[in-house]
């Protein structure tokens, strides 16, 4: 499970955890002091032969997909929230998604979520829209 950032506090970061699958998350900025000391400002890992990282701050929309793949170059996709508006973007085989958020959507249309698979060398993201 991945979650980009906003968690607020520890008990949210506890009922996540204990969900089951493993959790990777990074610090949003809304997040509280304890829950920003146990968690990365980023991270990378490597699914299914593909390098994919999860940040929550990727900066203006301007220029977003080219700034995400100079900090990340050995990565296939970046993961990112803040905005909490849903997108997803590809160039040349390099891909940005921001899932939204299933709880405050702010100026989102809807609540959302993501879903990313990674097979054969290959990430695909899907939107899920929850209302």
Do not use: Y
Not at 11 to 18: G, P, Q, V
Not at 77 to 88: D, E
């Amino acid at each position: 499970m991945l979650h980009a950032g906003d968690i607020a506090d520890e008990a949210a970061l506890e009922e996540m955890a204990a969900l089951g699958p493993p959790l990777l998350a990074v610090a949003g900025n809304v997040d509280l002091p304890e829950v920003r000391s146990r968690l990365p400002e980023e991270v990378c890992w490597d699914s299914a032969g593909v390098r994919i990282c999860l940040v929550h701050d990727a900066g203006p929309a301007k220029g977003r997909l080219r700034r995400m793949r100079q900090r990340f170059p050995d990565a296939a996709a970046v993961v990112f929230g803040h905005s909490h508006m849903p997108l997803h973007s590809e160039e040349d085989g390099f891909q940005i998604f921001n899932p939204g958020s299933p709880t405050q959507r702010r100026r989102a249309p809807r609540h959302t979520m993501g879903i990313a698979e990674a097979e054969g060398g290959r990430v695909r993201f899907e939107l899920i829209a929850l209302d």
